[in-house]
């Protein structure tokens, strides 16, 4: 009898042992397969050409590959929606952790996880119908699609993960701390933010880099809003294309070297990611130890 | 274990009735396009052909390659047709490395192409139409005019008889057949400087569509009512202008297949039909010019 519970737990073992290599696999074979498909370009081009080249003109007569514009636009849109969007989802996970009364907050958390749900092109198109034809008419510019509309876009998208990351760090803060602070006489707003968020912070630093990894890693909602054309971004209403939109947007087209060197800004993308999965940890991490 | 089954069952009815929705719609499209013509177009002979036609290439052909390959399975029941819709380079890079039977593109073929073994047949002609704005005043440009407006040149509508507002450039991506094919006939080859590139057609309508100030390219048989087609050189662009050239704006679509490597039966079957004016009406129906 026991033998057979044995046999069966090994058996057990066994299968979760390879459906959890599966996903390690899949992590290697994406991993290997982008830096081999990624780096023949890079040689080809020169690394320093490659990164700091400024111009993009795969398709022309004398194609020239310089990706820094699109590193730069991916930086300041990722910053920019960064920017707008942490304070709104850290003020929003501070009301909704330790102010709103339970019926504001049970409505409010389900919006926020009906907007975690909606599928990008949906943001994408809403951009495109609504909110590049508003900051044509606001700024009074010949055309509305640009570095400003993407990083807008990018803002809301981003408010989910902030505010639930957030709400869980400061639902975290034992009680006790904000207790001692109340009997000394501080006010309810005065001990949240001078004992609450600071004992959170690490979480609230998490959840602003996993803010940073979803904007970054973003394609299909920023194409349809920020007009794609490889400009350097030197203006918020500049057209401008980004690491991912590089990618898609010549993807089903491409051949040769222009290919190759999509594969290439495909491999800056994941060691972008990487850093900042890299940073996640080290802050999840930090939050751990005390 | 009861819920996950009930929600895996769930999940499988609703892929299935999506599957049928899909299916549904396109056989109804396609029985629209074919039924008037089912008598004179559908191929009478072999009909016992078995086997299967790949093809592999534009999206710009999707609506006419589609409607063919629906046409040609009706009337072959045995045989099955399939399309991949990659992109005019890939299809011909598909059919340079056989893994399909003929590669569609919506640009000539290149001369290096052409040297690596491969024919082209021209199936029909493709208007690209320039698309502005409803609210646009402009209604007829050159094709010098609009080479210059997309390298730059002109930047005002007022500068070709419109109202004084900046003129925003919309286009395609790098590698598009569109795109190539509307840089060639207008010689703007790389030299077009773009507001905006998005990645389809829909998109460049929408966007055209959104903005009074807006130009854009697409292909004539998907032009909508929300934009305005324009004149070149005083020719409105339609089936007629674009098949007797009058309509400057214009591409092929073609077929390529590989020199010295005989198609299959079914493929050869299906080569002919297409280009030998027996399916022209269902050409017509997808909005496109038939060559032959």
Not at chain 1, 103 to 131: C, F, H, N, T
Not at chain 1, 161 to 177: G, N, R
Not at chain 1, 268 to 290: R, T
Not at chain 2, 131 to 145: G, K, M, R, S
């Amino acid at each position: 009898m026991k033998s057979k519970t044995n046999l069966f737990e090994t058996i057990v073992h066994g299968i979760f042992l390879v459906l959890g290599l599966i996903t390690v696999g899949c992590v290697l074979l994406i991993t290997i397969y982008l830096i081999i498909s990624g780096i023949p370009a890079i040689r080809e081009i020169g690394l320093l050409d490659f990164l700091f080249g400024d111009t993009w003109a795969s398709t022309a007569a004398q194609p020239q590959y310089g990706i820094l514009p699109f590193i730069l636009t991916s930086i300041y849109g990722t910053a920019g929606a960064i920017l707008l969007g942490v304070p709104v989802g850290f003020l929003t996970a501070m009301y909704l952790a330790k102010m709103a009364p339970k019926r504001a907050k049970s409505v409010m958390e389900q919006a926020v996880s009906l907007l975690a749900g909606i599928p990008s092109v949906v943001y994408g198109l809403v951009g495109m119908m609504v909110l590049v034809p508003g900051i044509r008419s606001l700024f009074h510019i010949p055309d509305g699609a640009g570095l400003l509309a993407a990083i807008v876009v990018l803002a809301v998208m981003i408010l989910p993960s902030i505010i639930k990351m957030s709400i869980t760090a400061l639902e975290a803060v034992p009680k006790e701390y904000e207790d001692a602070s109340l009997a000394l006489g501080a006010t309810p707003e005065e001990t949240y933010f001078r004992v609450s968020a600071p004992a959170a912070k690490s979480g609230i630093a998490a959840a602003v880099v996993l803010g940073v990894g979803r904007a970054i890693g973003e394609a299909m909602a920023v194409m349809m809003v920020a007009g794609n054309a490889a400009n350097m971004p030197d203006s918020l209403f500049q057209s401008v294309r980004f690491l991912t939109t590089a990618v898609a947007s010549e993807m089903s087209y491409s051949s040769g070297l222009q290919r190759q060197a999509l594969f290439s800004i495909a491999l800056v993308l994941f060691l972008f990611i990487m850093l900042i999965n890299a940073a996640l940890n080290f802050f999840l991490k930090g939050e751990k130890k005390p | 274990m009861k819920r996950v089954l009930s929600a895996i069952t769930a999940l499988t009815l609703m892929l299935t009735l999506a599957a049928c929705g899909s299916n549904g719609g396109t056989t109804a499209d396609v029985s629209t396009t074919a039924g008037g013509t089912t008598a004179a177009a559908a191929p009478s002979e072999n009909a016992d052909l078995t086997g299967s036609v790949s093809t592999d290439g534009s999206t710009s052909m999707e609506s006419v390659i589609g409607a063919l390959g629906e046409a040609f399975t009706e009337a072959n029941a045995k045989a099955t047709f399939t399309y991949n819709p990659t992109g005019s380079s890939a299809g011909i890079q598909a059919v340079q490395e056989g893994r399909c039977d003929i590669g569609l593109s919506s640009r000539a073929l290149k001369d290096e192409e052409k040297a690596s073994g491969l024919t082209e047949t021209v199936l029909a002609y493709d208007g690209i139409a320039m698309i502005v704005n409803p609210a646009n005043t402009v209604e007829d440009l050159t094709v010098e005019q609009i080479a210059a407006i997309y390298t730059g040149e002109i930047t005002n509508w007022s500068e070709v008889g419109g109202e004084d507002a900046e003129i925003v450039l919309i286009g395609r991506e790098a590698g598009s057949g569109t795109r190539s094919g509307f840089e060639e006939i207008t010689g703007t080859e790389d030299a077009c400087k773009y507001r905006q590139e998005l990645t389809s057609t829909g998109d460049v309508i929408t966007a055209v569509a959104q903005n009074p100030g807006a130009i854009g390219y697409a292909s004539l048989a998907s032009v909508k009512d929300t934009v305005k087609a324009l004149k070149v050189d005083g020719v409105t662009p339609s089936e007629e202008t674009v098949k007797d050239g009058s309509y400057k704006i214009q591409r092929p679509f073609v077929l390529a297949t590989k020199d010295g490597v005989e198609l299959s039966e079914t493929a050869q079957a299906f080569f002919d039909y297409i280009t030998s004016g027996e399916a022209n009406e269902i050409i017509v129906a997808a909005g496109v010019v038939p060559a032959n």
